[in-house]
C-alpha cells in the first residue's frame, strides 16, 4: 500500500469487531469512514488481517483468497488502480447444487468467476499473469455471494477492504480444467436467475485475462508481508454484474468448456 | 398505408443511402406507421438498391438483445436484408466517407448449406442447416438523424444495416458451443466490452429460427449460400479515422478491421 496505517491498534480492532458483529449476526452498520474520514487502504488491511485472526483463532481454516473489484469500470468507480483482495475459510464454502440460508446475510449478490488452484508457491512482488498459470494446477467454474455489510450500499475502498472485500460464501463445482487446454479471456459466461439469463460476458472482463487478477492479488499479499501457499484456492474476480438474490432465488452460473455451478437460496 | 406511400418513404430512404445524408424520423412524418408497413418500406428501399445493380446476398437480425429490445419497447427482433454491396472482407479498411453515423457491433455469422423454410424452423433444424459460421463485425448505421429511431424507423431503414465484415475463420457449430462461447471486443488494443452467445435471444441459434420462421410467414425465401448475421453480441462501439477493432469468439477466433477517413454526420 502506498499509504501507512493512521489507526491506533485499539480502533482497529474496535472496528474489527465491528465488521465482526455485523458478518456473523448479519446486520448493516454504516461505512467505516462515517467515523473515520482519515481512513486508508492499509487500514483496511489492518483491520481485515485482525479479523482472519480472530476467525482462525475460533477454529476457521482458510482455503484461499479472492479478488474483488477486477474490472475497470469498477475499480473507476471506487477510484483505485489496483483490485482488492479478501480471505476465504472453510466456514464460506458451500457445495455445488445446495440450498444456501439468506437469513445469515445481509445483501446477498451472485456473480461469476473463474478459480485457481494453485500447485506452487507464488510470492510477489514482480508476480506476473505467465507466474500464476506456470503455478495453477487446474482452474474450475465458481460463484461467489457477495454481501456488503454496509447500509444502504454506502461504501468506499477502505470500509470494503475492512469488511474482506465483502466476501461472504462461495460456490465451487463444474468441471476441473488445466489452463493450457484452455482460451481464459475469451471464456463466455452466462448467470441465469430462475431460468432466466440475468447476465453474461467473456472472462477479458478481468483485466483482460483472470490470471492477471490473480497476479495481482500475490502482490498486494507481498505488500502484506505475505506469500500465496501452494494448494490456495483464489478467486479472480467478478466477469458478471452482481445480481442480488434472495430467499426461493434458484441460480445457475454456465461457463463455456468448465461446465456450471449452480445453487438456490433459501431463508 | 397506401403502396404509394410506402414508395415514397422507401424512396426517400434510398436518396438518403446514396447520398450519405438523414432524414427525419419516419414516425414523426407518419405516426400511423404499423411495424408491417415498415417491413413494406425496406422492401420498398431495398428493391430501389437491387435495381441500381446490387445482390442480395443474405438477412441480418437485429435488436436481439435485452437491453436494445426495452429501449425499443419491443419484445421481437427485427432484420434487414444484406446486399453485395455491404460486404467487407477480413484486414479490409473501411472507408468511412460512404457511412453517416456508424458504431460496430461484434456478431456471429451464418453461413446456410440448405434452405430453411419456415413456419416450424427450430435452433435444431439451423445447425442443421448450416455450412459454418464466421466471427463478423457489423457496422450499423442510421439513415434517421441522429439515431432518433423507433422500431417502425430502423426497420423501414433496413434495420439500420450499414456494412458487415466477415472473418476468414470458419467453424462447425456442431463441434461449437455458440451459446457459451465468449465474444471479446477490442479497440485499438484495448478491452471494449466482454459478451455472449448466449445474449442473443438464448442462443444465435434461436434468433435464426426466429427469422426463418418470420421469412416464412411473409414468403421470402432464406436460402442455401446466405450470409446471416445473428445479432451483437457486444456493446455499439462508435468508429473514427485510425480504429482498429479486433472481436474474437471463444473456441472460434478473430475478425479485424481498420476504418478510414470520415462519416458524413
Request: hydrophobic share 45%.
Amino acid at each position: 500500500m502506498s499509504m501507512d496505517i493512521t489507526l491506533s491498534r485499539e480502533d482497529i480492532v474496535r472496528l474489527c469487531e465491528r465488521v465482526e458483529g455485523a458478518q456473523t449476526r448479519a446486520y448493516a452498520i454504516p461505512k467505516l469512514t462515517d467515523e473515520f474520514p482519515a481512513m486508508t487502504i492499509a487500514d483496511g488491511y489492518a483491520v481485515q488481517l485482525e479479523l482472519r485472526r480472530r476467525f482462525l483463532a475460533a477454529g476457521h481454516k482458510q482455503v484461499g483468497w479472492k479478488a474483488g473489484l477486477t474490472s475497470r469500470a469498477k475499480m473507476k468507480q471506487m477510484g483505485v488502480d489496483v483490485p482488492s483482495i479478501g480471505f476465504l475459510t472453510d466456514r464460506m464454502a458451500r457445495p455445488e447444487n445446495s440450498a444456501i440460508s439468506t437469513h445469515d446475510l445481509v445483501h446477498p449478490r451472485v456473480e461469476c468467476e473463474v478459480a485457481f488452484v494453485t500447485r506452487k508457491a507464488l510470492q510477489g512482488p514482480g508476480c506476473t499473469r505467465q507466474d500464476v498459470l506456470d503455478a495453477t494446477d487446474y482452474v474450475l467454474p465458481a460463484v461467489e455471494i457477495i454481501d456488503s455489510r454496509f447500509s444502504g450500499f454506502k461504501f468506499d475502498l477502505p470500509s470494503v477492504v475492512a469488511d474482506n472485500g465483502s466476501s461472504a460464501r462461495f460456490v465451487g463445482g463444474g468441471r476441473p480444467r488445466y489452463v493450457e487446454d484452455l482460451d481464459l479471456p475469451t471464456l463466455g459466461v452466462v448467470m441465469e436467475k430462475n431460468g432466466e439469463i440475468v447476465a453474461g460476458a467473456a472472462a477479458a472482463a478481468v483485466l483482460g485475462h483472470p490470471a492477471e487478477a490473480i497476479a495481482m492479488l500475490v502482490n498486494i499479499l507481498a505488500e502484506l508481508g505475505e506469500g500465496l501457499p501452494a494448494g490456495s484456492f483464489v478467486m479472480s474476480g467478478g466477469i458478471t454484474e452482481a445480481i442480488p438474490v434472495k430467499a426461493g432465488d434458484s441460480v445457475i452460473a454456465r461457463f463455456q468448456e468448465l461446465g456450471s455451478v449452480s445453487m438456490r437460496f433459501v431463508e | 398505408m397506401n403502396e404509394d406511400t410506402i414508395q415514397h418513404y422507401g424512396d426517400a430512404l434510398y436518396d438518403a443511402w446514396r447520398e450519405c445524408r438523414t432524414i427525419a424520423p419516419l414516425l414523426e412524418q407518419a405516426p400511423d406507421i404499423a411495424l408491417a408497413d415498415a417491413y413494406r418500406i425496406q422492401l420498398r428501399y431495398i428493391e430501389r438498391r437491387v435495381a441500381a445493380g446490387e445482390r442480395i446476398v443474405g438477412k441480418k437480425i437485429g435488436v436481439t438483445s435485452k437491453p436494445v429490445q426495452d429501449f425499443l419497447g419491443v419484445f421481437q427482433p427485427d432484420f434487414g436484408q444484406l446486399t453485395s454491396g455491404m460486404v467487407f472482407q477480413e484486414g479490409d479498411t473501411i472507408d468511412l466517407g460512404s457511412l453517416i453515423q456508424p458504431k460496430a457491433e461484434a456478431e456471429l455469422a451464418f453461413v446456410l448449406k440448405e434452405d430453411l423454410q419456415g413456419p416450424g424452423v427450430t435452433a435444431m433444424d439451423v445447425i442443421r442447416a448450416t455450412d459454418y459460421v464466421l466471427p463478423c463485425f457489423e457496422i450499423v448505421d442510421s439513415r434517421i438523424t441522429d439515431w432518433k429511431i423507433k422500431i417502425q424507423d430502423t426497420v423501414a431503414d433496413n434495420a439500420s444495416c450499414g456494412v458487415y465484415v466477415l472473418g476468414k475463420t470458419k467453424g462447425d457449430p456442431r463441434k461449437l458451443d455458440i451459446t457459451l462461447a465468449g465474444m471479446v471486443l477490442e479497440k485499438n488494443g484495448e478491452i471494449f466490452s466482454t459478451g455472449v452467445g448466449a445474449a442473443v435471444q438464448g442462443s444465435p441459434a434461436n434468433a435464426v429460427a426466429w427469422l426463418a420462421n418470420t421469412l416464412g410467414e411473409l414468403g421470402i425465401p432464406f436460402k442455401a449460400g446466405e450470409v446471416i448475421l445473428s445479432g451483437s453480441q457486444s456493446a455499439l462501439v462508435p468508429v473514427v479515422d485510425g480504429d482498429e477493432l479486433v472481436c474474437t469468439v471463444g473456441g472460434l477466433g478473430s475478425c479485424r478491421v481498420k476504418f478510414a477517413g470520415r462519416s458524413a454526420a
